[in-house]
């Protein structure tokens, strides 16, 4: 289908960021009918839709970026931990019977109900969208779970879309988590298309070096070096975020329109070549 999926190699590396950036700017500026999706989000805090049932918040607000209603197909599998071994499946809006815990969640509900459920909304989007703006979680490296994910690089498959693989400069460490996670990826590395550096500070002429290191070992071309964005406001989901729970009484941050229009601009200024994967 028509679109492409931005993977992280990190949670909290700027994935929603960039969804609910691109989402905007194909909404906006190409007059697109632009669907954001991720197949299975993770977090206590939820969005209710129009019609009463539960999605992600990160998918609710990449739809009104796209200038959308929030629907539940954007965002069929949602899991509210309940502990650190339990969580509760909210599946296409609705608890599901059986909480994930016990390998249940891997050995059988991403095998059946879920999986079949993450195919029925792509199919959807894929029948009354131009194109589809897909979000990864937490990075697409961790072996231990890739026989049974249904998140990563399976939906990149199931949607036989591109993958843009998008690191956190801020944090520290991102040329080794970008090669280190594309050395992981097996036969899916061919998939990866992309390179995003995100919230960079600072000169970006002392960048460049990393810049052209990266592209020269790995292959794969460098789209953008995105700075940090200390003035927009995405609300956070995440507990990894730096927003998570953060006052912000007295701050002056862009919200709403004005931060889906500001990412929108920052994107496009320092990532166009994002804009170009959508074929």
Same mark, same amino acid.
Not at 1 to 17: E, N, R, Y
Not at 217 to 223: A, D, F, Q, R, S
């Given at each position: 289908?028509?679109?492409?999926?931005?993977?992280?190699?990190?949670?909290?590396?700027?994935?929603?960021?960039?969804?609910?950036? +691109?989402?905007?700017?194909?909404?906006?500026?190409?007059?697109?009918?632009?669907?954001?999706?991720?197949?299975? !989000?993770?977090?206590?805090?939820?969005?209710?839709?129009?019609?009463?049932?539960?999605?992600?918040?990160?998918?609710?607000?990449?739809?009104?970026?796209?200038?959308?209603? %929030?629907?539940?197909?954007?965002?069929?599998?949602?899991?509210? %931990?309940?502990?650190?071994?339990?969580?509760?499946?909210? +599946?296409?809006?609705?608890?599901?019977?059986? %909480?994930?815990?016990?390998?249940?969640?891997?050995?059988?509900?991403?095998?059946?109900?879920?999986?079949?459920?993450?195919?029925?909304?792509?199919?959807?989007?894929?029948?009354?969208?131009?194109?589809?703006?897909?979000?990864?979680?937490?990075?697409?490296?961790?072996?231990?779970?890739?026989?049974? $994910?249904?998140?990563?690089?399976?939906?990149?498959?199931?949607?036989?879309?591109?993958?843009?693989?998008?690191?956190?400069?801020?944090?520290?460490?991102?040329?080794?988590?970008?090669?280190?996670?594309?050395?992981? =990826?097996?036969?899916?590395?061919?998939? @990866?298309?992309?390179?995003?550096?995100?919230?960079?500070?600072?000169?970006? !002429?002392?960048?460049?070096?990393?810049?052209?290191?990266?592209?020269?070992?790995?292959?794969?071309?460098?789209?953008?070096? @995105?700075?940090?964005?200390?003035?927009? =406001? =995405?609300?956070? $989901?995440?507990?990894?975020?730096?927003?998570?729970?953060? !006052?912000?009484?007295?701050?002056?941050?862009?919200?709403?329109?004005?931060?889906?229009?500001?990412?929108?601009?920052?994107?496009?200024?320092?990532?166009?070549?994002? +804009?170009?994967?959508?074929?």
């Amino acid at each position: 289908m028509k679109g492409l999926m931005i993977q992280g190699t990190s949670s909290d590396s700027g994935k929603s960021f960039l969804v609910t950036g +691109l989402c905007r700017i194909f909404s906006r500026d190409f007059n697109m009918k632009i669907c954001p999706f991720k197949s299975q !989000n993770m977090s206590n805090i939820s969005y209710t839709t129009h019609d009463g049932l539960e999605m992600s918040l990160a998918q609710a607000l990449q739809a009104k970026a796209a200038g959308l209603e %929030p629907e539940i197909f954007m965002n069929p599998i949602l899991l509210k %931990p309940r502990n650190e071994k339990s969580s509760e499946i909210i +599946l296409n809006g609705k608890i599901f019977e059986h %909480p994930a815990e016990k390998n249940f969640y891997f050995e059988k509900f991403t095998q059946n109900e879920g999986i079949n459920a993450v195919r029925e909304a792509l199919n959807f989007i894929g029948k009354n969208f131009d194109a589809v703006i897909i979000e990864g979680a937490g990075s697409p490296a961790e072996i231990n779970l890739n026989a049974h $994910e249904i998140v990563n690089m399976r939906i990149a498959r199931e949607a036989d879309v591109p993958v843009v693989l998008a690191a956190d400069v801020d944090r520290g460490g991102a040329l080794a988590s970008v090669v280190g996670t594309l050395e992981l =990826l097996g036969r899916d590395r061919e998939r @990866v298309k992309g390179i995003i550096f995100n919230k960079f500070r600072g000169d970006i !002429n002392l960048f460049r070096p990393a810049v052209e290191w990266t592209e020269k070992y790995t292959g794969v071309k460098v789209l953008g070096v @995105v700075p940090f964005a200390k003035n927009i =406001l =995405l609300e956070a $989901e995440d507990s990894l975020s730096e927003n998570f729970n953060k !006052n912000l009484k007295g701050e002056n941050f862009l919200q709403g329109d004005e931060a889906f229009n500001a990412i929108a601009d920052l994107i496009k200024e320092y990532a166009p070549g994002l +804009l170009r994967l959508v074929e």
